[in-house]
């Protein structure tokens, strides 16, 4: 449905070319039960004048049979048509509708809040631009909101918008809009949301809707409808890496063998050298065809047939890139992934892998996690469960030409589909690798042998022990960054020091300056910094120091890989619990604005999850203790553990 215009009378064609070039935005609804998801969209609708006459006519009639509304118009009805949506007041599968207001053409997707049908939500935000996440004033932030927020980020959605709903039966209270704003904003910090907006609403009244409500004049921001009209998606796409998927080879005559597809990313003109995957032959574009004709230039997401200037063979499953600009390629590869079916994943199991255009066999091999979507923590399972979160490590029987999700949401995911069933049982979305050499983590890499001790040395440990007068320990000091660690890590190095103890310190940011100069701030390099500086603590140790060891570490798994590597009888975790709040205001390096502007992909804290330790051995808080008081806590837990005397 298109908005009222007075060129349709005047200058039809005009008004349909003014049509055609509207930017289009994609926006899902989705939330927990009963928040309001088709009651707004009805009234977005309704207001905007986006009803024919007999749709209002109808939905006015249905609202006395089968309306929530007590008899009164109930927008809700022109999203749930199916028969078990009226009768229970529910949505159950996801619901399309298209309108265009003078600015922008629209496409809604009304998603269902219930917990089984998760899977139908994570189907319609996949190709949403923008989120409107619904929150009932009256009940706040709930499980349901953080799994579909959740979600959102998983999925790369970059706008969310926050509609606190009902704000009619709270009295439009001011208060409790900024308690559920930050309630919501302190689960978020662990998300990837960069932009995230709140509005007041009244779906049903439509307060805020369209247009401003005067029951919240302390509100003076945008309207849904004009930030939906407004909101900047133009970098959202991505321009720079062409990668198109063929998709079929158009054979009409002898004189024109094309080859069809969606551009998937980037930009393509005529003339530009291209390479076709896995064969790496070269052509130049010959030609560009659309259903309007031909073109010197397409980008995403057109849908083109591409001619070449020489005969190489290319078939469908194949990818076109830049010679220069490559994807990754790769047999196994690391995935968060979304279980859709009933019937619990069963690592091992080969499935299909439906990855752009090419479907591929392959297994699960191992889950390395599961997400617990209310609050973030990572914990290890054996399998998941319909609408469970995890992160997996994926086998193909064939490469496959992909970029990472966040670079790229056309070739960084895949669904996963039943063999037998041919039923789609999840969604995936391919991690960043490339810091990697492989896709095997070093971690699972077993030792070479004595179990990763070094060779025995010349001297005894009982010597060194009985040299120093010590037992060798390594202190690991974990929190967030500024929470204090290397500050007190180097007022425990100076009294052991001035005891006559043999120490030495390392800490996270010495070792990348050398030994892991190499390695990134993504999860995975972060837990090979670790791995990297566990071997040397190692080293230490059989020298027989005492090694204090500073890092953030936020993972509670890769904790425990290093007391394994050091040792476990002489391996002690110390927890820096200095709140996250106090840790920003000692930042003097500015690395929480930078991860809070985005510029730092993965920061514990903000854009990351930090596990704290499930039993560490001692917890200081340099927020209500000195440094002085930390370290002689940390000098007591040796002496109590006999390590000194």
């Known amino acids: 449905m298109s908005h009222q215009s007075d060129l349709i009378a005047t200058d039809i064609e005009a008004y349909l070319k003014q049509h055609e070039r509207k930017q289009l935005l994609r926006f899902i609804t989705c939330g927990s039960v009963d928040d309001g998801k088709s009651t707004l ?19 006015e009639a249905d609202s006395k049979v089968v309306g929530t509304t007590g008899g009164k118009f109930d927008p809700a009805l022109l999203t749930d048509g199916l028969k078990a949506e009226r009768e229970q007041g529910i949505t159950i599968d996801v619901a399309y509708r298209y309108f265009s207001t003078a600015k922008r053409k629209f496409i809604i997707a009304d998603t269902p809040g219930h917990e089984q049908y998760t899977r139908n939500m994570a189907t319609g935000a996949s190709t949403a631009d923008l989120a409107v996440i619904l929150i009932d004033a009256r009940h706040g932030v709930l499980t349901q909101t953080r799994r579909h927020s959740f979600i959102v980020s998983l999925l790369g959605i970059r706008h969310v918008v926050v509609a606190v709903n009902k704000m009619d039966l709270v009295d439009f209270s001011e208060e409790r809009f900024n308690e559920i704003c930050d309630e919501y904003r302190s689960f978020a910090a ?13 779906a049903l009244d439509g307060d805020n809707v ?20 407004s909101v900047y998606i133009g970098s959202d796409r991505n321009l720079k890496d062409f ?9 009409p005559n002898l004189d024109f063998r094309g080859f069809c597809g969606t551009i998937a990313s980037g930009i393509i003109r005529k003339g530009e050298e291209i390479m076709v995957l896995p064969s790496r032959q070269r052509s130049k574009v010959k030609e560009i065809v659309t259903f309007d004709g031909a073109v010197d230039e397409a980008f995403t997401p057109l849908s083109v047939t591409v001619t070449l200037e020489d005969e190489i063979d290319a078939s469908r499953g194949d990818l076109m890139v830049r010679p220069g600009n490559l994807p990754q390629s790769r047999e196994r590869v690391e995935a968060m992934l979304v279980w859709m079916n009933p019937d619990a994943m069963v690592p091992g199991k080969t499935y299909l892998f439906k990855h752009t255009s090419q479907t591929i066999p392959g297994s699960i091999d191992t889950l390395k996690y599961r997400v617990d979507v209310n609050t973030l923590h990572r914990s290890p399972a054996p399998q998941l ?4 979160i995890g992160r997996v490590s994926i086998s193909l029987t064939a490469p496959i030409h992909f970029d990472a999700y966040r670079k790229n949401r056309n070739t960084g995911a895949f669904i996963v589909v039943d063999r037998i069933t041919n039923a789609t049982v999840a969604a995936g979305m391919i991690l960043d690798q490339s810091s990697d050499s492989g896709a095997r983590s070093v971690w699972d890499d077993e030792e070479s042998s004595n179990d990763g001790q070094i060779d025995v040395s010349a001297v005894s440990a009982e010597e060194r022990a009985a040299r120093f007068g010590q037992s060798p320990a390594t202190i690991l000091l974990t929190g967030l960054t500024a929470s204090g660690k290397t500050v007190i890590g180097h007022a425990v190095e100076r009294k052991l020091f001035e005891q006559g103890r043999a120490v030495a310190m390392i800490d996270g940011e010495s070792v990348r300056r050398g030994l892991s100069r190499d390695l990134g701030f993504s999860q995975e390099d972060r837990s090979e910094n670790l791995r990297r500086s566990g071997h040397l603590a190692h080293s230490l140790n059989d020298a027989g120091l005492i090694c204090i060891a500073s890092f953030v570490a936020p993972v509670e798994e890769v904790r425990q890989k290093v007391a394994k590597l050091v040792g476990t009888e002489r391996f002690l975790v110390v927890h820096v619990a200095t709140p996250v709040e106090v840790c920003r205001q000692r930042d003097t390096k500015g690395q929480y604005a930078k991860a809070d502007s985005g510029e730092y992909g993965s920061f514990p804290g903000v854009s990351a999850d930090y596990e704290p330790p499930v039993k560490p051995d001692l ?23 006999t390590l000194i005397k």
């Open 190 to 202: 662990r998300l990837d949301l960069p932009d995230l907006h709140f509005i007041p609403i009244s």
């Open 385 to 388: 469960e319909l609408n469970e």
């Open 243 to 251: 990668r198109m998927p063929v998709q079929y080879v158009n054979r």
């Open 619 to 641: 917890v200081v808080n340099a927020a209500e203790s000195s440094v002085d008081q930390c370290a002689d806590a940390i000098i007591e837990l040796l002496k109590e553990r």
């Open 210 to 229: 369209v247009d401003r409500s005067e029951r919240s004049p302390w509100y003076t921001g945008s309207t849904l409808m004009n930030f939906l009209e």
């Open 41 to 59: 969209i009805g009234r977005l609708l309704y207001d905007s004048k986006m009803i024919y006459e007999d749709q209002l006519m109808q939905l």
